[in-house]
T-cell receptor, first 115, second 113 residues
Framework: DGGITQSPKYLFRKEGQNVTLSCEQNLNHDAMYWYRQDPGQGLRLIYYSQIVNDFQKGDIAEGYSVSREKKESFPLTVTSAQKNPTAFYLC??????????????FGDGTRLSIL | GESVGLHLPTLSVQEGDNSIINCAYSNSASDYFIWYKQESGKGPQFIIDIRSNMDKRQGQRVTVLLNKTVKHLSLQIAATQPGDSAVYFCAENQRSNDYKLSFGAGTTVTVRA
């Protein structure tokens, strides 16, 4: 089945530690996105990438880093500089918008907690 | 600032009744709107979308209405079922804003048996 796979489903981080969240898609989508969701809130954009080897900061990029070396993969690293990393992280992808917008499709998230 | 928001954080509806979830947006430049459904512990699931050149679009048991005059978006669910219990988000997109989505805070819908 085509879709977006996020792993792991649950992740625990120690203070001062970097962790990397995986996001893989087999939808052949050009654009990929990372969002953060806190309890009772909407999604906030961390980083996005419209094409391989290119990415842009979203609204809350501080303390995070990404790479886009392959079309199907867009890993997110939560660095020790992110002081409040506990959240639900969601990855999404979409065909690159040209003539018309397209909906983003989401994975099932990774829940990150601090030990 | 620009924002997408929902009128009510929670909605309780009797099984079999119709549900209406509302969303207000403030950016008149938005040209694309999406409704998502999110169940507990899962990612948002696409329900239906609408472009700004339309004022109504229907799907299976769902209808989205767009009123650009008052910047209002609504999702109507017909014959609400227990499986419709979830958090519903509206999102807006602007071609001029690099196709980034802006999400509202969500409405939690609870279906009573």
């Amino acid at each position: 089945d085509g879709g977006i796979t996020q792993s792991p489903k649950y992740l625990f981080r120690k203070e001062g530690q970097n962790v990397t969240l995986s996001c893989e898609q087999n939808l052949n989508h050009d654009a990929m996105y990372w969002y953060r969701q806190d309890p009772g809130q909407g999604l906030r954009l961390i980083y996005y990438s419209q094409i391989v080897n290119d990415f842009q900061k979203g609204d809350i990029a501080e303390g995070y880093s990404v790479s886009r070396e392959k079309k199907e993969s867009f890993p997110l690293t939560v660095t020790s500089a992110q002081k409040n990393p506990t959240a639900f992280y969601l990855c999404a992808s979409s065909p690159r918008g040209t003539e018309a917008n397209q909906p983003q499709h989401f994975g099932d998230g990774t829940r990150l907690s601090i030990l | 600032g620009e924002s997408v928001g929902l009128h009510l954080p929670t909605l309780s509806v009797q099984e079999g009744d119709n549900s209406i979830i509302n969303c207000a947006y403030s950016n008149s430049a938005s040209d694309y709107f999406i409704w998502y459904k999110q169940e507990s512990g899962k990612g948002p699931q696409f329900i239906i979308d609408i472009r700004s050149n339309m004022d109504k679009r229907q799907g299976q048991r769902v209808t989205v209405l767009l009123n650009k005059t008052v910047k209002h978006l609504s999702l109507q669910i017909a014959a609400t079922q227990p499986g419709d219990s979830a958090v519903y988000f509206c999102a807006e997109n602007q071609r001029s804003n690099d196709y980034k989505l802006s999400f509202g805070a969500g409405t939690t819908v609870t279906v009573r048996a």
